[in-house]
């Protein structure tokens, strides 16, 4: 079974960055669509982010798109998520998730680490 373990979260005044790692272990890391998404108090989960086993396809939701990086370094097993010029409304608790390249669904997940932007 495969573990996500999310680290990085933390407190940010809007303007500023942060990045979020997510380790992996359990499975065949490079081989794996991995991706982000976030979820705020009241909402719905959304997707963030996703990268490709190579790293060679990626893909951004709008909100985000321009200001976060996603990222892989597969010889440590970990996908990234620079976050840069953060807003309040990215305000939310961000996951981590995996899916092989041909499952439409994502089928394991991190615990979530917190990021908070303060305004």
């Known amino acids: 079974q495969v573990q996500l373990v999310e680290s990085g979260g933390g407190l940010v005044q809007a303007g500023g960055s942060l990045r979020l790692s997510c380790a992996a272990s359990g499975g065949t890391f490079s081989s794996s669509i991995m991706g982000w998404f976030r979820q705020a108090p009241g909402q719905e989960r959304e997707f963030v982010a996703s990268i490709s086993g190579s790293g060679g396809r990626i893909r951004y939701a709008d909100s985000v798109k321009g200001r976060f990086t996603i990222s892989r370094d597969n010889a440590k097993n970990t996908v990234y998520l620079q976050m840069n010029s953060l807003k309040s409304e990215d305000t939310a608790v961000y996951s981590c998730?995996?899916?092989?390249?041909?499952?439409?669904?994502?089928?394991?997940w991190g615990q979530g680490t917190q990021v908070s932007v303060s305004s």
């Open positions: 998730a995996s899916r092989g390249l041909w499952s439409s669904e994502w089928h394991y």
